[in-house]
């Protein structure tokens, strides 16, 4: 049993019947994905990424956007899910009601294998309407004018990322999803968030209001690292894997 894993952590998971594990970029950093501001490298060092991230932006200059975020999912396309993603994946097999709850946007959780994913922040790799708001599936688009975004089969409006700009809501779905499974669980892992960015960094303190064991699992020292019940320090790649392994090891 890894020294730094608590017994009574690993009881409290085995029995547990509900459990959500909120993910954010830290994961995924362990794939290589950059982090969102990390994506400002190369030539695209010279914008803030807050001026490319807003529908404003998309407004003014639609193939300057859209561009990025090509260039972004180029990043992504090369990644791959980490022993920590495979780790959830897995878990969710062990526990009869496991909710992943992430604010990435790269898909890889889906990859690895978990199937009851919240995507709260959308995903880079699906487009939508600008105007309608509705996916469309890759292969539906109609091209566009040259340089600039596809267009949209139904209105002929841009299509845009299906992701959440700045000055956007969550999408109300998932996030009212995401609670509920918050509201109701017996353990929350919060694991690789830094705490900041909001209204997915007040899920684990609601967790904690409604009675839930809350575990922190980060290398680094958060905004929520005060008022989780337990802290593992390590990142997710090799603290998720023993966790596993230390829980289920007898099955």
Not at 19 to 43: H, N, W
Not at 72 to 101: D, I
Not at 219 to 240: C, I, K, N
């Amino acid at each position: 049993m890894p020294a730094h894993i608590p017994p009574e952590l690993i009881t409290y998971l085995r029995r547990a019947t509900h459990v959500v594990a909120l993910t954010g970029a830290g994961i995924s950093a362990e794939s290589g994905v950059p982090t969102f501001r990390d994506a400002q490298s190369g030539l695209w060092a010279q914008y803030d990424p807050q001026e490319l991230a807003t529908a404003a932006a998309f407004r003014r200059n639609p193939a300057l956007v859209w561009d990025w975020y090509e260039w972004r999912r180029s990043l992504v396309a090369q990644a791959a899910p980490n022993p920590g993603h495979r780790a959830l994946a897995e878990m969710e097999q062990k526990v009869p009601h496991f909710t992943l709850v992430t604010q990435n946007v790269d898909g890889l959780h889906r990859q690895a294998g978990s199937r009851n994913v919240l995507e709260l922040h959308g995903n880079i790799m699906r487009n939508k309407c600008f105007s309608e708001e509705t996916v469309i599936a890759a292969g539906d688009e109609e091209p566009g004018d040259g340089a600039g975004p596809p267009r949209c089969p139904h209105c002929g409006d841009y299509l845009r990322p299906d992701v959440v700009w700045f000055g956007e809501a969550l999408p109300e779905g998932e996030l009212s999803a995401a609670m509920r499974a918050v509201e109701e669980c017996q353990m929350l892992l919060c694991i690789g968030t830094s705490g900041l960015v909001h209204p997915a960094a007040s899920l684990p303190l609601l967790a904690a209001e409604r009675g839930a064991l809350t575990v922190e699992i980060n290398p680094q020292v958060t905004a929520l690292s005060q008022w989780m019940d337990y802290v593992l320090r390590g990142p997710a790649g090799e603290v998720l894997p023993a966790l596993l392994k230390a829980t289920w090891t007898s099955e």
